[in-house]
Nanobody, 124 residues
């Protein structure tokens, strides 16, 4: 059964950069876009960044805009998240997900494939 698998998480210091990757495993996945979400300690899951394959349009949460870049390969349904100038409040589990939605999809319920998540810890 196809699933998404994230990699690249780890422990970094404030101000460092990190690049997360996400790719399908166990089969192919068709989507109109993909996104990264995160779950910070004692908080709900939140949208971080998304990419629409048509035109490779990207959109970001206000809390990370300017520090985060999402990119990907629509043919492979792979997506990356470049995190720069990281802060302790970026600590959390980062998930990638894919959607058949056509607009700027940011609600978790609109994504049909999810990865298991990768832990990112930023120390001060």
């Amino acid at each position: 059964q196809a699933q998404l698998v994230e990699s690249g998480g780890g422990v970094v210091q404030a101000g460092d950069s990190l690049r997360l990757s996400c790719a399908p495993s166990g089969g192919s996945i068709i989507s109109n876009g993909m996104a990264w979400f995160r779950q910070r300690p004692e908080k709900g899951i939140e949208f971080v960044a998304g990419i629409k394959w048509g035109g490779s349009t990207t959109h970001y949460a206000g809390s990370v805009e300017g520090r985060v870049t999402i990119s990907g390969d629509s043919a492979k349904n792979t997506v990356y998240l470049q995190l720069n100038t990281m802060k302790p409040e970026d600590t959390g589990i980062y998930f990638c997900a894919s959607t058949m939605g056509l607009g700027f999809v940011e609600s978790p319920g609109d994504f049909n494939y999810w990865g298991q998540g990768t832990q990112v810890t930023v120390s001060s």
